[in-house]
């Protein structure tokens, strides 16, 4: 093999030839390992196989259509876009596929949405109707942005200058504002000054996920720049969606390191999960509670910094300089979970799948928008799977996660709680949140 230049540029999806070539169709995408399953019920990882059966919805499938589609061999149509987006882009393909090979299928997943835009085709009708919105009130939704900041509280007084700047989102600012103003509770009975972006704008995560690149760029070079004006020193999401993209897919869509974004990019389970131990809050109130918890795919796999890599390919595919591959093993797992262990009361049961194997709510990446059947019938597996371990609650660290779920739990009328990681911290430490 003559040595070629490659990089991870996403906007370029020649670099990920190598990749969908050498799918080998082996399914590790699709399964979950038999070394962490007890049987079959739960074996699969691929929310889009599990749920449309046929082998294009696997990644081994996108890989070869995607082949095809760079190499001119096939045009599109309607259903090999809905291939391509009927697809939560939750990573645990990448996860399974680089257990034996380090093929960066995510990133080429990516790549191909960001080819369907540019090429015309892409992205799906929902999402154009919802980037408009994001574009003219600079929200998901399409709500008054002057009704921003109406979830803030009237007894919680944000600071005009503080190391923490706290980065509400879209979803916590207009849909689960209990979400915001429990983070907003924690903080202050923390001790925690922190502040507001004074014009908060969306991350922009749909855009970046359906390919809208040229957008979702515009989007982070005002974001960041507006935060770099405040001088914080850490900015804090309580979602997961919004944490992947300041930390993970802002660095990559403008060639840097997480590094060099000039803050750190903390979601709320590290935060607390560091005030616990440090002394600085007490989760004192008993919850007599047995739940389990769901790793959000933008706070567990998905979440390893960035750091942008270019060098050569050789023989046997072999790249020069050495790459470490992101494998998804050092994600967020463990801070939320201790701290859920630290309140008094609860019983923490794990789900068949979990960390890096967990099965994603459905809700993500213009998933939900565009395809709602899929994105419920997700949500129900894991619905499902919460209650075969006899939880009488399932609690995740992402407004969109709690959204799904709580919208296929009341459809299927049944009795399990579906929470947020921030309101169960803030019922342990009294309900108003007060300074202790
Ligand atoms: S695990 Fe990787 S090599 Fe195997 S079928 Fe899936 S994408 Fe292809
Ligand atoms: S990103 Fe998730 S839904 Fe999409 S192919 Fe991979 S495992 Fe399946």
Same mark, same amino acid.
């Not at 835009?117 to 999402?127: A, I, L, T």
């Not at 109707?129 to 009237?154: C, T, V």
């Not at 794990?350 to 997700?378: D, I, L, V």
């Given at each position: 093999m003559p040595k070629s230049k490659v990089s991870l540029d996403v906007t370029q999806v020649e670099n990920f030839i190598f990749d969908m070539s050498r799918c080998i169709k082996c399914k590790g995408c699709t399964w979950v390992d038999h070394i962490y399953m007890p049987g079959v019920k739960y074996s699969t990882r691929c929310p889009s196989a599990t749920k449309y059966l046929f082998d294009s919805y696997g990644a081994y499938g996108k890989m070869r259509i995607g082949l095809a589609l760079v190499e001119g061999r096939l045009d599109y149509s309607d259903e090999l876009l809905k291939?391509?987006?009927?697809?939560?882009?939750?990573?645990?393909?990448?996860?399974?596929?680089?257990?034996?090979?380090?093929?960066?299928?995510?990133?080429?997943?990516?790549?191909?949405? *960001?080819?369907?835009?540019?090429?015309?085709?892409?992205?799906?009708?929902?999402?154009?109707?919802?980037?408009?919105?994001?574009?003219?009130?600079?929200?998901?939704?399409?709500?008054?942005?002057?009704?921003?900041?109406?979830?803030?509280?009237?007894? *919680?007084?944000?600071?005009?200058?503080?190391?923490?700047?706290?980065?509400?989102?879209?979803?916590?600012?207009? *849909?689960?504002?209990? *979400?915001?103003?429990?983070?907003?509770?924690?903080?202050?009975?923390?001790?925690?000054?922190?502040?507001?972006?004074?014009?908060?704008?969306?991350?922009?995560?749909?855009?970046?996920?359906?390919?809208?690149?040229?957008?979702?760029?515009?989007?982070?070079?005002?974001?960041?720049?507006?935060?770099?004006?405040?001088?914080?020193?850490?900015?804090?999401?309580?979602?997961?969606?919004g944490y992947r993209m300041w930390k993970v897919d802002y660095p990559k869509i403008l060639n840097m390191s997480t590094a060099d974004l000039g803050f750190k990019v903390v979601h709320l389970t590290e935060y607390v999960d560091e005030l616990i131990k440090k002394g600085a809050l007490k989760l004192a109130n008993k919850i007599n509670l047995r739940l389990t918890y769901h790793d959000p795919c933008s706070l567990s796999r998905l979440s390893e910094p960035w750091v942008p890599w270019k060098g050569e390919r050789g023989l046997w595919g072999v790249v020069n300089p050495p790459l470490e591959r992101r494998r998804g093993t050092n994600g967020i797992y463990q801070p939320p979970r201790d701290t859920l262990n630290s309140i008094p009361g609860v019983e923490l049961v794990e789900m068949p799948r979990m960390r890096e194997n967990a099965f994603c709510c459905g809700a993500g990446r213009g998933t939900k928008e565009a395809f709602p059947e899929f994105a419920s019938w997700a949500a129900e597996q894991r619905l499902v799977e919460a209650k075969e371990v006899s939880a009488e609650a399932i609690v995740s660290a992402c407004p969109w996660c709690k959204d799904n779920f709580a919208k296929a739990a009341s459809n299927n009328g049944g009795s399990l709680k579906v929470l947020d990681f921030s309101e169960l911290v803030l019922s342990s430490i009294g309900s108003t949140g007060k300074r202790r």
């Amino acid at each position: 093999m003559p040595k070629s230049k490659v990089s991870l540029d996403v906007t370029q999806v020649e670099n990920f030839i190598f990749d969908m070539s050498r799918c080998i169709k082996c399914k590790g995408c699709t399964w979950v390992d038999h070394i962490y399953m007890p049987g079959v019920k739960y074996s699969t990882r691929c929310p889009s196989a599990t749920k449309y059966l046929f082998d294009s919805y696997g990644a081994y499938g996108k890989m070869r259509i995607g082949l095809a589609l760079v190499e001119g061999r096939l045009d599109y149509s309607d259903e090999l876009l809905k291939i391509l987006y009927a697809c939560t882009l939750c990573g645990a393909c990448d996860v399974g596929c680089k257990r034996n090979l380090d093929l960066e299928i995510e990133l080429t997943l990516e790549a191909l949405r *960001i080819k369907a835009v540019k090429d015309g085709k892409g992205p799906m009708p929902e999402h154009k109707k919802i980037a408009q919105k994001i574009m003219k009130q600079h929200n998901f939704f399409g709500s008054p942005h002057e009704n921003r900041r109406k979830w803030l509280p009237k007894e *919680i007084k944000p600071s005009p200058k503080a190391d923490v700047l706290y980065f509400v989102g879209c979803s916590a600012s207009y *849909i689960h504002p209990e *979400i915001a103003q429990a983070t907003a509770k924690i903080l202050d009975a923390s001790g925690t000054p922190f502040m507001l972006l004074p014009d908060e704008w969306c991350c922009g995560n749909m855009l970046y996920s359906v390919g809208m690149i040229d957008e979702a760029r515009k989007l982070a070079k005002r974001n960041i720049d507006a935060v770099r004006k405040t001088g914080a020193k850490t900015l804090l999401t309580s979602c997961a969606e919004g944490y992947r993209m300041w930390k993970v897919d802002y660095p990559k869509i403008l060639n840097m390191s997480t590094a060099d974004l000039g803050f750190k990019v903390v979601h709320l389970t590290e935060y607390v999960d560091e005030l616990i131990k440090k002394g600085a809050l007490k989760l004192a109130n008993k919850i007599n509670l047995r739940l389990t918890y769901h790793d959000p795919c933008s706070l567990s796999r998905l979440s390893e910094p960035w750091v942008p890599w270019k060098g050569e390919r050789g023989l046997w595919g072999v790249v020069n300089p050495p790459l470490e591959r992101r494998r998804g093993t050092n994600g967020i797992y463990q801070p939320p979970r201790d701290t859920l262990n630290s309140i008094p009361g609860v019983e923490l049961v794990e789900m068949p799948r979990m960390r890096e194997n967990a099965f994603c709510c459905g809700a993500g990446r213009g998933t939900k928008e565009a395809f709602p059947e899929f994105a419920s019938w997700a949500a129900e597996q894991r619905l499902v799977e919460a209650k075969e371990v006899s939880a009488e609650a399932i609690v995740s660290a992402c407004p969109w996660c709690k959204d799904n779920f709580a919208k296929a739990a009341s459809n299927n009328g049944g009795s399990l709680k579906v929470l947020d990681f921030s309101e169960l911290v803030l019922s342990s430490i009294g309900s108003t949140g007060k300074r202790r």
